[in-house]
């Protein structure tokens, strides 16, 4: 298996603009999660799913941040209007159940 | 809300030496796991204990849950420059949720 999947790998936008990270989960795995680190704050859970059902989103810090899991493979988390305080890697990791997390190699994001 | 402490924040070792990263839950936990990250990389699970005094070993490392299954370590004997990272651990409460500790960065002096 190819691993868990993200794109883009680096991001550089301005202030204002509509970022949008994508993930594709190990096949199989039924928990899908979304964090956010930073040198301040460490790794912060965003949110996660379970069966593509979003079961826990006091993790997303507003309004400007959403995500969707439509089907079993494909989740994305977005952030309208980006502000450079969401400078950050988001990490997206998957799990078979409360087991391990496969975690995928990041998406850089800087916010000018 | 519950809240995974790890200590220290920060070691540097002299390679060869040995090095210990603790961690406390405020809570009782179901079980724990360690990830490291690489520098520029992601975390990568380590390890998962679930049973209350459990002692695993990997290599130079052995990791321990505790009796009252609210805090474990990670020791490393005899560190090498190659277990240079950030060492996390997470907890599994009775909610089911993984809550990451804060990390403790890992630097080897060669």
């Known amino acids: 298996d190819a691993g868990v999947i993200q794109s883009p790998r680096h991001e550089v936008t301005e202030m204002g603009q509509e970022v949008t990270l994508r993930c594709k989960p190990i096949?199989?795995?039924?928990?899908l999660f979304w964090y956010r680190q930073t040198m301040m704050r460490g790794l912060e859970l965003l949110i996660y799913?379970?069966?593509?059902?979003?079961?826990?989103d006091s993790g997303m810090p507003e309004d400007r941040f959403s995500a969707k899991m439509p089907n079993a493979s494909f989740s994305t988390l977005k952030i309208q209007p980006s502000e450079p305080r969401d400078s950050a890697v988001y990490f997206c990791?998957?799990?078979?159940?409360?087991?391990?997390?496969?975690f995928g190699e990041g998406s850089r994001l800087t916010v000018l | 809300g519950q809240q995974v402490m790890q200590i220290p924040q920060y070691q540097h070792v002299q390679e060869g030496e040995d090095f210990t990263t603790y961690c406390n839950s405020s809570?009782?936990?179901?079980?724990i796991q360690w990830y490291k990250q690489r520098p520029g990389g992601h975390p990568v699970f380590l390890i998962q204990?679930?049973?209350?005094?459990e002692v695993k070993k990997q290599k130079r490392l052995t990791f321990q849950f505790g009796e009252a299954k609210k805090n474990s370590s990670l020791h490393i004997t005899a560190t090498q420059t190659t277990d240079v990272g950030t060492y996390f651990c997470?907890?599994?409460?009775?909610?089911?949720?993984?809550?990451f500790g804060s990390g403790t960065q890992l630097t080897v002096l060669p």
């Open positions: 990791a998957s799990s078979s159940t409360i087991g391990e997390l496969f």
């Open positions: 096949s199989g795995h039924n928990s």
């Open positions: 799913f379970n069966n593509n059902v979003p079961i826990d």
């Open positions: 809570t009782t936990l179901s079980n």
């Open positions: 204990l679930v049973k209350s005094g």
């Open positions: 997470a907890g599994v409460g009775s909610a089911r949720q993984l809550t």
